[in-house]
């Protein structure tokens, strides 16, 4: 196969990137820069992501990072042979400024522009980083995102479930605001539930009792506020302990419910599919050691392999992009000056 390098971009959120990907046939890509800048200081203050904030950050950073990535490659756009960026779903000011940047670059050198879907990104980095063969099957779970797919190509996706409200990120988010915990609320969740009994308090299973694979964690949080609340006119006030505990109980909720319906997915996966599927996990909640612990459970018991990408590429990040769009690009896939940024578009 031909070898390809693709610049990619990315900016649909909070996390302005840019990136070189490099690919020379079988075999993982090899991410040749992957730069990053993160915009959460910016937004810190707002206890959420401002959109007018984002939209100019990015315009601002945009081709700062687009320098950085073809320095850090040791090379110039003249090396590259397509120009790939995120053209939704996300934050449409963002995902704008991305795709005019992107138009740009592509008008003045005469490359090939390739739009790429921000999910898809997601969805096709076990094969950048462990050419994981089609079809897999892939949990996405971010602070944005929560999805089963069977992943069968680069344009193929078949989505089997997914949440009806919070992702599972957004979750441990609004879980430590109402502990007073740090942002981003996974870590410090994680970092105490690491000293808490998850028996304590009983955290509900949201919609276990259906046989799909969809979820719900909006419940979860609505739980936790009625405990803490409870406890706090008991005692008037929470001890660390409390707060442990709470932490445990609702991280155990969490990744009982996504172990029982990957459990699920694997399932539907076997009635339409020959041969065990590899389960790949991708974004930021992937991080999280419980949750992958019991994921690695299911899959083991299961007979099933399970791979999970470094977190760099987990999170948001312009490498994935980049090799999604060389991906497009190989079977022929292009976009041209029409492209257009969509802030909702499923796979
Ligand atoms: O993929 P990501 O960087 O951004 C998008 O949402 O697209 O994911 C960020 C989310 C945040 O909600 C953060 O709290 C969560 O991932 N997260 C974690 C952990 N580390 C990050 N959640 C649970 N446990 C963690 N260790
Ligand atoms: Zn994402």
Same mark, same amino acid.
């Given at each position: *196969?031909?070898?390809?390098?693709?610049?990619?971009?990315?900016?649909?959120?909070?996390?302005?990137?840019?990136?070189?990907? #490099?690919?020379?046939?079988?075999?993982?890509?090899?991410?040749?820069? +992957?730069?990053?800048?993160?915009?959460?200081?910016?937004?810190?203050?707002?206890?959420?992501?401002?959109?007018?904030?984002?939209?100019?950050?990015?315009?601002?950073?945009?081709?700062?990072?687009? #320098?950085?990535?073809? @320095?850090?490659?040791?090379?110039?756009?003249?090396? &590259?042979?397509?120009?790939?960026?995120?053209?939704?779903?996300?934050?449409?000011?963002?995902?704008?400024?991305?795709? &005019?940047?992107?138009?740009?670059?592509?008008?003045?050198?005469?490359?090939?522009?390739?739009?790429?879907?921000?999910?898809?990104?997601?969805?096709?980095?076990?094969?950048? /980083?462990?050419?994981?063969?089609?079809?897999?099957? &892939?949990?996405?779970?971010?602070?944005?995102?929560?999805?089963?797919?069977?992943?069968?190509?680069?344009?193929?996706? *078949?989505?089997?479930?997914?949440?009806?409200?919070?992702?599972?990120?957004?979750?441990?988010?609004?879980?430590?605001?109402?502990?007073?915990?740090?942002?981003?609320?996974?870590?410090?969740?994680?970092?105490?539930?690491?000293?808490?009994?998850?028996?304590?308090? #009983?955290?509900?299973?949201?919609?276990?009792?259906?046989?799909?694979?969809?979820?719900?964690? +909006?419940?979860?949080?609505?739980?936790?506020?009625? &405990?803490?609340?409870?406890?706090?006119?008991?005692?008037?006030?929470?001890? #660390?302990?409390?707060?442990?505990?709470?932490?445990?109980?609702?991280?155990?909720?969490?990744?009982?419910?996504?172990?029982?319906? /990957?459990?699920?997915?694997?399932?539907?996966?076997?009635?339409?599919?020959?041969?065990?599927? *590899?389960?790949?996990?991708?974004?930021?909640?992937?991080?999280?050691? !419980?949750?992958?612990?019991?994921?690695? /459970?299911?899959? +083991?018991?299961?007979? /099933?392999?399970? @791979?999970?990408?470094?977190?760099?590429?987990?999170? %948001?990040?312009?490498?994935?992009?980049?090799? !999604?769009?060389?991906?497009?690009?190989?079977?022929?896939?292009? %976009? %041209?000056?029409?492209?257009?940024?969509?802030?909702?578009?499923?796979?």
């Amino acid at each position: *196969t031909q070898s390809l390098t693709l610049l990619g971009l990315e900016s649909s959120c909070d996390d302005t990137a840019a990136a070189v990907v #490099r690919h020379c046939g079988d075999g993982p890509a090899e991410v040749l820069s +992957s730069v990053i800048f993160g915009q959460a200081e910016l937004h810190s203050a707002y206890g959420g992501v401002v959109p007018e904030i984002a939209a100019r950050a990015h315009a601002e950073k945009l081709d700062h990072c687009v #320098r950085d990535a073809l @320095t850090a490659a040791g090379l110039h756009l003249r090396d &590259m042979d397509a120009i790939a960026v995120t053209a939704g779903p996300g934050l449409i000011g963002g995902v704008i400024s991305g795709v &005019m940047c992107a138009k740009g670059l592509a008008a003045a050198t005469g490359l090939p522009l390739i739009g790429v879907n921000h999910l898809a990104g997601h969805a096709l980095t076990p094969r950048l /980083t462990d050419a994981v063969p089609y079809p897999y099957l &892939m949990l996405l779970v971010s602070g944005g995102h929560c999805q089963y797919l069977i992943v069968r190509g680069p344009e193929d996706f *078949t989505r089997l479930g997914g949440t009806i409200d919070d992702a599972p990120g957004e979750a441990f988010d609004k879980t430590a605001r109402l502990l007073g915990l740090p942002q981003p609320g996974g870590p410090s969740v994680q970092d105490d539930a690491e000293n808490g009994d998850p028996q304590r308090f #009983r955290f509900p299973r949201p919609l276990l009792d259906r046989p799909d694979c969809n979820l719900s964690f +909006s419940g979860l949080k609505t739980a936790l506020m009625r &405990m803490r609340d409870q406890v706090m006119a008991e005692k008037g006030g929470l001890t #660390r302990q409390d707060r442990a505990d709470l932490c445990a109980g609702f991280q155990a909720a969490i990744a009982d419910v996504l172990a029982e319906k /990957t459990r699920r997915a694997i399932r539907i996966y076997l009635e339409e599919n020959p041969g065990t599927p *590899t389960v790949a996990v991708a974004g930021g909640v992937a991080a999280n050691t !419980a949750i992958r612990a019991a994921l690695e /459970t299911v899959c +083991s018991e299961t007979g /099933t392999a399970f @791979t999970a990408p470094p977190l760099a590429l987990c999170t %948001d990040n312009a490498a994935m992009i980049a090799y !999604a769009g060389l991906e497009r690009f190989r079977i022929g896939g292009r %976009d %041209d000056m029409t492209l257009s940024a969509r802030p909702r578009w499923p796979l």
